[in-house]
């Protein structure tokens, strides 16, 4: 009978929680706790029936079946960022000529992700910055307050085939994984095709993954031209011990109708070209490469863990086998502090040395930040980042960057970011 | 007539040797916390159940909640409710987790009954054991250094007082690292300036209990959930649990169950 009565209770907690609202969970510990004082309830009973009523609920959610809000709104979720900006540029554009800059900058991002059905998943998201920029979603405030832009940043199916395959189509968040961003400007948001597989040999310890994906650069008139790129990426992800990480990968690219392409979209004109045809200059070299990326982390390391609790030394190699010279790009870099900065007093510190040879990797790639994103260049780039806030950080960067050959052009670049994530 | 009989006979002697052969197999995965409720009640139930072939590893809750959801575990055992990125994946991969709640871990802060201080605030506990406070002056005593005493690193009351208490930061290295509750209550117990925690099981009068932010601790509290260093353990089950899963999570919860749920030194429900 007192069974009984405990599955009663339990369904019509679970009926008020699905049917009402999850902000009524106090009063259902409020209702246990009479059903407690009455001695209908053992306390053993009521934390039984309050805690396994919420996991239920829980669950139910995750099933689509609370019924309190429309379905759409039940299987949406919205995340966005705001980021305000100072940035100050000191360079020599030539030898002589100073070419300093100051701007403020904004960038808004904001995505949704929404579950088409249990296995498919759509995200779209739209962000400031410009139609006609891969690499940058900033507006500089400029223009006697002219309204800005917002632009479709990525819109995405992901289809999970079984849970260790997921295939994605569309313009998606890069799946291609990479330390730092030498190779790929993170804003840049890759538009085809990709399969993820992922294997985990012993769970939650070593995880093999393989990505491979189909990307459309240049779409022409004739097929045959279209510029195309395909990437396939094995790794694996191995937890040494429980504070010790590794992850590695290797990347093969292969880029389809670029060599003898006359330019590709937001290219910095640094990969080497030859005459072609009616005056126009085309890509020298073809930009078939290999890469590889690598992280070790230390959760607590060793002599330092009362002032660092996490440690992170990272590093993406490239070489492109068709030029004999300028072929090489490396970047190695180390951080420290919390793993993510995500509220008050949380602080991290990163330092990252790149350097990139002209024919090394398609110059349309690379993060803009560094010389507008050219490759024959080499970089320093400090980062130290604070919490501010629950979700809110304080950002300052520094780049010090220079090209690798012919007339030195420094460029000395600070930002200041204020971020706020939502 | 006869050689038929003969051969049902043998037939029926040879059903009867099969039969206690067969075995039904659980395996369970998961928390390191929960893991010894889980052994000690497999092997009660085991003993009694003959046809029961129950098989139990640790790993950690996302290990035994990745194995739920693979399909590759009956029981995940899990120190922490499922999160909702674990839930979305079993829901894509056709699973039902549901939680099934076997017992409560409530871990006692205790201090030498000579100790003048009675209530700390959950705050003070994780200031002393992260090295911010070192003087009982500092919490209200009257005076000496603190002797901070801790689980061993692989221990299940480490890891939960390291979440629960210190918000997962490091203990003080200088901190007498022990084997097991007993000795820690033993090295409280003939120690003056000592602090340590052992599983509310444990407790004894050789050593004072202190109240956490006012609250005093006991299987009351830690079972209303008021008691600050606290929280449930759960089996996760797909779906309602059935047939020699529902037998065992039923043995667990009955009054034999719970009586080996006390004997780990957790807190039981009934």
Same mark, same amino acid.
């Given at each position: 009978?007192?069974?009984?009565?405990?599955?009663?209770?339990?369904a019509?907690?679970?009926?008020?929680?699905?049917?009402?609202?999850?902000?009524?969970?106090?009063?259902?510990?409020?209702?246990l706790?009479?059903?407690?004082?009455?001695?209908?309830?053992?306390?053993?009973?009521?934390?039984?029936?309050?805690?396994?009523?919420k996991?239920?609920?829980?669950?139910?959610i995750?099933?689509?079946?609370?019924?309190?809000?429309?379905?759409?709104?039940?299987?949406?979720?919205?995340?966005?960022?705001?980021?305000?900006?100072?940035q100050?540029?000191?360079?020599?554009?030539?030898?002589?000529?100073?070419?300093?800059?100051?701007?403020?900058?904004?960038?808004?991002?904001?995505?949704?992700?929404?579950?088409?059905?249990?296995?498919?998943?759509?995200?779209?998201?739209?962000?400031?910055?410009?139609?006609?920029?891969?690499?940058?979603?900033?507006?500089?405030?400029?223009?006697?307050?002219?309204?800005?832009?917002?632009?479709?940043?990525?819109?995405?199916?992901?289809?999970m085939?079984?849970?260790?395959?997921?295939?994605?189509?569309?313009?998606?968040?890069?799946?291609?994984w990479?330390?730092?961003?030498?190779?790929?400007?993170?804003?840049?948001?890759?538009?085809?095709?990709?399969?993820?597989?992922?294997?985990?040999?012993?769970?939650e310890?070593?995880?093999?993954?393989?990505?491979?994906?189909?990307?459309?650069?240049?779409?022409?008139?004739?097929?045959?031209?279209?510029?195309?790129?395909?990437?396939?990426?094995?790794?694996?992800?191995?937890?040494?011990?429980?504070?010790?990480?590794l992850?590695?990968?290797?990347?093969?690219?292969?880029?389809?109708?670029?060599?003898?392409?006359?330019?590709?979209?937001?290219t910095?004109?640094?990969?080497?070209?030859?005459?072609?045809?009616?005056?126009?200059?085309?890509?020298?070299?073809?930009?078939?490469?290999?890469?590889?990326?690598?992280?070790?982390?230390?959760?607590?390391?060793?002599?330092?863990?009362?002032?660092?609790?996490?440690?992170?030394?990272?590093?993406?190699?490239?070489?492109?086998?068709?030029?004999?010279?300028?072929?090489?790009?490396?970047?190695?870099?180390?951080?420290?502090?919390?793993?993510?900065?995500?509220?008050?007093?949380?602080?991290?510190?990163?330092?990252?040395?790149?350097?990139?040879?002209?024919?090394?990797?398609?110059?349309?790639?690379?993060?803009?930040?560094?010389?507008?994103?050219?490759?024959?260049?080499?970089?320093?780039?400090?980062?130290?980042?604070?919490g501010?806030?629950?979700?809110?950080?304080?950002d300052?960067?520094?780049?010090?960057?220079?090209?690798?050959?012919?007339?030195?052009?420094?460029?000395?670049?600070?930002?200041?970011?204020?971020?706020?994530?939502? | 007539?006869?050689?038929?009989?003969?051969?049902?006979?043998?037939?029926?002697?040879?059903?009867?040797?099969?039969?206690?052969?067969?075995?039904?197999k659980?395996?369970?995965?998961?928390?390191?916390?929960?893991?010894?409720?889980?052994?000690?009640?497999?092997?009660?139930?085991?003993n $009694? @159940? %003959?046809?029961?072939?129950?098989? #139990?590893?640790g790993?950690?809750?996302?290990v !035994?909640?990745?194995? &739920?959801?693979?399909?590759?575990?009956?029981?995940?055992?899990?120190?922490?409710?499922?999160?909702?990125?674990?839930?979305?994946?079993?829901?894509?991969?056709?699973?039902?987790?549901?939680?099934?709640?076997?017992?409560?871990?409530?871990?006692?802060?205790?201090?030498?009954?000579?100790n003048?201080?009675?209530?700390?605030?959950?705050?003070?506990?994780?200031?002393?054991?992260?090295?911010?406070?070192?003087?009982?002056?500092?919490?209200?005593?009257s005076?000496g250094?603190?002797?901070?005493?801790?689980?061993?690193?692989?221990?299940?009351?480490?890891?939960?007082?390291?979440?629960?208490?210190?918000?997962?930061?490091?203990?003080?290295?200088?901190a007498?690292?022990?084997? $097991? @509750? %007993?000795?820690?209550?033993?090295? #409280?117990?003939?120690?003056?300036?000592?602090? !340590?925690?052992?599983? &509310?099981?444990?407790?004894?009068?050789?050593?004072?209990?202190?109240?956490?932010?006012?609250?005093?601790?006991?299987?009351?509290?830690?079972?209303?959930?008021?008691?600050?260093?606290g929280?449930?353990?759960f089996?996760?089950?797909?779906?309602?649990?059935?047939?020699?899963?529902?037998?065992f999570?039923?043995?667990?919860?009955?009054?034999?169950?719970?009586?080996?749920?006390?004997?780990?030194?957790?807190?039981?429900?009934?």
């Amino acid at each position: 009978m007192k069974k009984l009565l405990m599955v009663f209770t339990a369904a019509v907690i679970a009926a008020l929680c699905i049917g009402v609202s999850l902000s009524y969970a106090g009063e259902i510990d409020i209702l246990l706790q009479k059903l407690v004082e009455k001695g209908v309830l053992t306390p053993g009973e009521a934390q039984q029936i309050g805690t396994e009523t919420k996991e239920q609920v829980k669950a139910e959610i995750a099933e689509g079946k609370f019924s309190s809000l429309p379905t759409w709104v039940q299987n949406t979720k919205l995340k966005g960022d705001l980021r305000v900006r100072y940035q100050s540029e000191r360079k020599k554009t030539s030898s002589s000529v100073q070419g300093d800059k100051e701007r403020a900058r904004l960038r808004m991002r904001l995505g949704a992700e929404s579950k088409v059905n249990n296995s498919t998943k759509a995200y779209i998201g739209i962000a400031t910055g410009s139609s006609t920029d891969n690499r940058s979603t900033n507006q500089t405030f400029d223009d006697s307050f002219e309204k800005k832009s917002l632009w479709l940043d990525y819109a995405y199916i992901e289809y999970m085939a079984s849970p260790w395959a997921t295939v994605m189509a569309g313009r998606m968040k890069n799946p291609i994984w990479q330390t730092g961003d030498m190779l790929w400007d993170t804003d840049i948001n890759p538009e085809g095709g990709a399969i993820t597989l992922t294997k985990a040999v012993k769970p939650e310890v070593f995880d093999l993954f393989l990505t491979s994906g189909f990307f459309i650069l240049e779409d022409s008139e004739d097929a045959t031209s279209d510029a195309t790129m395909v990437a396939i990426q094995p790794g694996f992800s191995w937890k040494i011990s429980p504070k010790t990480k590794l992850k590695l990968a290797g990347t093969v690219y292969e880029f389809n109708g670029v060599q003898g392409d006359s330019a590709l979209s937001d290219t910095k004109s640094t990969n080497t070209r030859v005459a072609g045809a009616g005056g126009t200059s085309h890509y020298k070299y073809d930009y078939d490469s290999l890469a590889a990326s690598s992280e070790l982390s230390f959760l607590e390391p060793v002599l330092i863990n009362k002032y660092v609790p996490y440690l992170a030394v990272f590093g993406d190699i490239v070489n492109n086998p068709d030029p004999n010279s300028g072929e090489q790009g490396w970047l190695v870099g180390v951080k420290f502090g919390k793993e993510k900065v995500s509220d008050w007093k949380d602080w991290q510190f990163k330092y990252q040395r790149r350097r990139i040879d002209t024919d090394a990797w398609l110059d349309s790639l690379p993060d803009s930040d560094v010389l507008s994103g050219a490759t024959g260049v080499h970089s320093d780039e400090y980062i130290l980042s604070f919490g501010l806030n629950k979700n809110a950080t304080l950002d300052f960067d520094l780049y010090n960057s220079n090209v690798n050959n012919g007339t030195k052009t420094p460029e000395r670049l600070y930002q200041v970011d204020l971020n706020f994530k939502f | 007539m006869k050689s038929l009989n003969k051969v049902l006979i043998a037939g029926m002697l040879m059903l009867g040797l099969a039969i206690p052969c067969y075995a039904e197999k659980i395996v369970i995965s998961g928390s390191t916390t929960v893991l010894p409720i889980a052994q000690k009640a497999a092997e009660v139930f085991m003993n $009694s @159940n %003959q046809h029961a072939d129950i098989s #139990v590893r640790g790993g950690g809750s996302g290990v !035994g909640i990745a194995a &739920l959801i693979d399909g590759t575990c009956h029981i995940a055992d899990s120190s922490r409710p499922i999160k909702d990125t674990e839930l979305d994946k079993a829901v894509a991969n056709g699973k039902r987790p549901k939680a099934n709640v076997v017992a409560m871990d409530g871990i006692c802060v205790i201090v030498n009954p000579s100790n003048s201080v009675s209530a700390l605030t959950k705050k003070q506990v994780k200031d002393i054991y992260t090295g911010k406070i070192s003087s009982w002056k500092q919490v209200g005593g009257s005076g000496g250094k603190i002797v901070v005493v801790s689980r061993d690193t692989a221990s299940g009351t480490f890891e939960a007082f390291g979440e629960l208490a210190l918000a997962k930061e490091k203990v003080r290295p200088d901190a007498l690292m022990q084997a $097991s @509750n %007993q000795a820690i209550a033993t090295t #409280v117990a003939g120690t003056p300036g000592a602090i !340590g925690y052992i599983g &509310l099981g444990y407790l004894s009068e050789h050593v004072k209990a202190v109240d956490i932010d006012g609250i005093k601790a006991s299987k009351a509290t830690v079972l209303s959930g008021k008691y600050p260093i606290g929280r449930p353990l759960f089996m996760y089950t797909n779906g309602a649990p059935k047939g020699l899963v529902k037998e065992f999570l039923d043995f667990i919860l009955s009054e034999e169950g719970q009586q080996l749920v006390e004997q780990q030194g957790f807190v039981g429900l009934q």
